[in-house]
Each structure stands twice: as C-alpha cells, then as structure tokens.
T-cell receptor, first 117, second 112 residues
Framework: KAGVTQTPRYLIKTRGQQVTLSCSPISGHRSVSWYQQTPGQGLQFLFEYFSETQRNKGNFPGRFSGRQFSNSRSEMNVSTLELGDSALYLC????????????????FGPGTRLTVL | GENVEQHPSTLSVQEGDSAVIKCTYSDSASNYFPWYKQELGKGPQLIIDIRSNMDKRQGQRVTVLLNKTVKHLSLQIAATQPGDSAVYFCAERSTNDYKLSFGAGTTVTVRA
C-alpha cells in the first residue's frame, strides 16, 4: 500500500495570505489527523477528521480549519497567515474503527514545510 | 492527556551500546503509548507501541516498558547502529479522545 501523501511538500507565503494543504491517507483509512511541528512547541495536535466529520480539535485559533472529503482525503486551511505559522504540518492516517474494531495506530506523511515571510 | 515529559533531550551513544529514553505522563485515562522515530526531512515513523493492558513489549532491537502506577514509560534501543540516529518521540492517547500528545523529543546520535 502507498503511504500517506501530502502536497505540496514546500510552500512559501507572506503574512496575511491564506494557504491550503492537502493530505491523502493510506487506502482504506478513514481517519486523518493534522499536527503542527515547530522547534519551540514540538508536535501539537490541530484536529482530526473521521468519516467527513471533525471529531477532535486542538487549541489553535479559528484561522486553522480543515475538512475531509468522501474519499477520506483531507485539506487544512490557514487564513491570515502570521510569521508564527511557519512550521512543518503533518498529516496522520488511521483506520480508527473498522467492523467494530478500534485501531490505535497513526501513520504520518512526510509533511508540508510552510514558511511565512 | 496534555502533559508528556521526555528526557533526555539529547543522547549520544557508541555504536553497539544501548540507548534508553524515558517519558512520564499525567493523564490516568491514557491507554495507548506509541513511539516514533523521525529522520531529517521525513515524517515520524511508528517504531513500536504499547497499550495500557501490557507492561512490556519487544520489537526488533527495541523494548518498551510501561509502569502505569507511576505513569512512566521507556524505550530501549539495543545494539545501536548509525541508522538509529534520529529524533525519537514518545506519545500518549487518552481513552476519551483520539489525539496524540507528544513528548518534546530526544535526539539520538550513534557514534561509529
């Protein structure tokens, strides 16, 4: 099976702009979680989508949003970019629940490196 | 589970020696503890995990121990190789939600 793919891999934006990042989970996985990774704050949970519904949300401002499509692909959007939004944005895929069985494992993609100037 | 402490932050070991990384967590409802390895320019890779109904789990050259009483977990990498050089993260997940809370990471350097 192909792994988690994220596009684009690198992105440069300026303050005030908005950005959309994309994640394609492992085939058959219906849960997609997003994390932000920075040197100062480490890995922080943004939100999780399962079956097109947001199931969990981390402590990020409303400028950070996401959605999931019927094919489980997910996008996250950051509006009105700030310098502090520069980070590696990681997407993690999981089966979560299938046929009554709960799966714990989350598998990460390579990330999108966002630089805000 | 919001608070996961990990130490040391950096670890240098001679090739062939063992590396041990320790974490503590605060959420009694935590029931799943994965460990990830992150190499430069890549996303975290799941290397081993343990559930709260176990106290030890072994993989290939890696062993994870869980002490639920004191909320401690540890990862041992045996017979280290240069390819083990990376940043390692512990994480925990509560029964009540699906998000992972990560430790700050340990940069492991294996000296040849």
């Amino acid at each position: 099976k192909a792994g988690v793919t994220q596009t684009p891999r690198y992105l440069i934006k300026t303050r005030g702009q908005q950005v959309t990042l994309s994640c394609s989970p492992i085939s058959g996985h219906r849960s997609v979680s997003w994390y932000q990774q920075t040197p100062g704050q480490g890995l922080q949970f943004l939100f999780e989508y399962f079956s097109e519904t947001q199931r969990n949300k981390g402590n990020f401002p409303g400028r950070f949003s996401g959605r999931q499509f019927s094919n489980s692909r997910s996008e996250m959007n950051v509006s009105t970019l700030e310098l502090g939004d520069s980070a590696l944005y990681l997407c993690a895929s999981s089966p979560r629940e299938q046929r009554g069985i709960r799966y714990n494992e989350q598998f990460f993609g390579p990330g999108t490196r966002l630089t805000v100037l | 589970g919001e608070n996961v402490e990990q130490h040391p932050s950096t670890l240098s070991v001679q090739e062939g020696d063992s590396a041990v990384i320790k974490c503590t967590y605060s959420d009694s409802a935590s029931n799943y503890f994965p460990w990830y390895k992150q190499e430069l320019g890549k996303g975290p890779q799941l290397i081993i995990d343990i559930r709260s109904n176990m106290d030890k789990r072994q993989g290939q050259r890696v062993t994870v121990l869980l002490n639920k009483t004191v909320k401690h977990l540890s990862l041992q990498i045996a017979a280290t190789q240069p390819g083990d050089s990376a940043v390692y993260f512990c994480a925990e997940r509560s029964t009540n939600d699906y998000k992972l809370s990560f430790g700050a990471g340990t940069t492991v350097t294996v000296r040849a």
